[in-house]
């Protein structure tokens, strides 16, 4: 992951948060959020994405993380698809899904913020 798209990630996890939970944005949670992630090093960012991407996992609409949904096929590579039948199933699986994922980066943040607390708290005694 390069510097330009760190900020592209930074970006796009703040979008997430915003976008995603309703009335977000008055909270002074997204903000301190944004805050946050906008002052991770690449290093940092890259253990926060690795932890969110296996809490989000089962939000997939592939099923099982472990079974491979792709399959590649030459120089192709060949993607689920649904009947029509099923796309509000879908467009709602994926705004719940990203509901979800919002939730997540919330939740993993606050969590490495207790563990820095603990460690620190460790430390005094």
């Known amino acids: 992951m390069n510097d ?27 903000k301190e959020f944004k805050s946050w992630i906008d002052g991770l090093s690449k290093e940092q960012l890259q253990i926060y994405l690795d932890r969110l ?8 609409d592939e ?13 192709f590579i060949l993607f ?5 039948a099923d796309s509000d199933k879908i467009e709602q699986l994926y705004r719940i ?8 980066a919330l939740a993993l943040w606050r969590s490495l913020q207790a563990e820095e607390l603990k460690k620190g708290l460790n430390r005094k005694s």
């Open 80 to 84: 689920r698809t649904y009947s029509p």
């Open 63 to 75: 099923g099982n993380p472990d079974q491979n949904q792709i399959k590649e096929t030459g120089t």
């Open 97 to 104: 899904g990203g509901e979800a994922t919002a939730y997540y």
């Open 4 to 30: 330009e798209h760190v900020e592209i990630i930074k970006t796009y996890m703040i979008r997430i948060v915003m976008e995603k939970i309703p009335k977000a944005k008055r909270w002074s949670v997204a």
């Open 53 to 60: 991407r296996v809490l989000t996992q089962s939000l997939s």
